[in-house]
């Protein structure tokens, strides 16, 4: 699937942060070796083979996540992807050389169901994940993104549209850093949805991306994430503001 959206692209310069077109691309690739873990990769997001190997590497390093991943795939959830934090945080800590859990205090389990926007409907599918994903050494937590718009303001003061799509909800996260998605396939092949690529994760680096979500909360994730993988590179939030009143004197 080809998704195209209007961002904050990355790029290498901390200042300037124009907003640019971005239009993912899929592409296959085989697993390096050819035994119990043999699959390929369906990767939605700009890449390299190289790019596309050390990601796969990284999160192969983290038993949990791949046994999340696993134990997820059964639950058959529409659009399902585990996301964010925790596929971050694996890449930096083989980057790192840490240890693959490291900073990782849960996995983010999203799916999007528009059929039932009750609490009702997504709290049985929260139930079900509590026993499927028990005895495992972290929380997975499990949020039906249709959902989303529901309580957002509530919790950060601003409005959220209904997404309609799990790579729609994800294209709208706070940071680069957490927009990733994987998702097993019946067959054991991997899809990836990655719509920034690989470049800043591999990096180390955080960007922006003031879609939605305020820049205190940017800070407030990147100050902890600073404090656990010292050598990221943090990119400030813009000033949107002066970004929109130098494209007014531009015209």
């Not at 680069?176 to 680096?205: E, H, M, Q, Y």
């Not at 994430?225 to 590179?233: N, R, Y």
Request: hydrophobic share 40%; with cysteine; glycine share 6%.
């Amino acid at each position: 699937m080809a998704v195209t959206a209007t961002l904050f692209a990355p790029r290498s310069s901390s200042t300037t942060l124009p907003i640019l077109p971005v239009t993912t691309k899929a592409a296959n690739y085989n697993s390096l070796d050819g035994g119990l873990h043999s699959f390929r990769m369906q990767i939605d997001g700009p890449h390299t083979e190289e790019e596309a190997t050390r990601f796969r590497i990284a999160l192969e390093r983290n038993t949990t996540l791949m046994e999340v991943l696993r134990r997820a795939a059964t639950m058959n959830l529409p659009g399902w992807y585990l996301a964010a934090g925790a596929l971050t945080q694996s890449v930096w800590n083989y980057v790192t050389d840490q240890d693959p859990e490291n900073g990782i205090d849960d996995y983010d389990l999203i799916y999007c169901d528009n059929s039932d926007l009750s609490w009702e409907a997504e709290d049985a599918v929260i139930q079900a994940g509590a026993k499927l994903f028990e005895g495992l050494p972290s929380r997975v937590e499990i949020r039906n993104q249709a959902r989303v718009h529901l309580w957002y303001q509530q919790k950060f003061g601003m409005p959220c549209p209904q997404h309609t799509s799990t790579e729609g909800a994800i294209l709208t996260w706070l940071s680069g850093t957490a927009l990733f998605g994987v998702r097993l396939l019946p067959n054991n092949d991997w899809k990836v949805f990655a719509p920034w690529g690989f470049t800043d994760i591999l990096s180390l680096t955080v960007r922006p991306n003031p879609v939605s979500g305020t820049r205190t909360v940017y800070e407030q994730k990147a100050a902890r994430w600073k404090g656990i993988w010292s050598g990221l590179k943090i990119i400030p939030w813009p000033d949107i503001e002066a970004t929109k009143a130098a494209e007014e004197l531009d015209e």
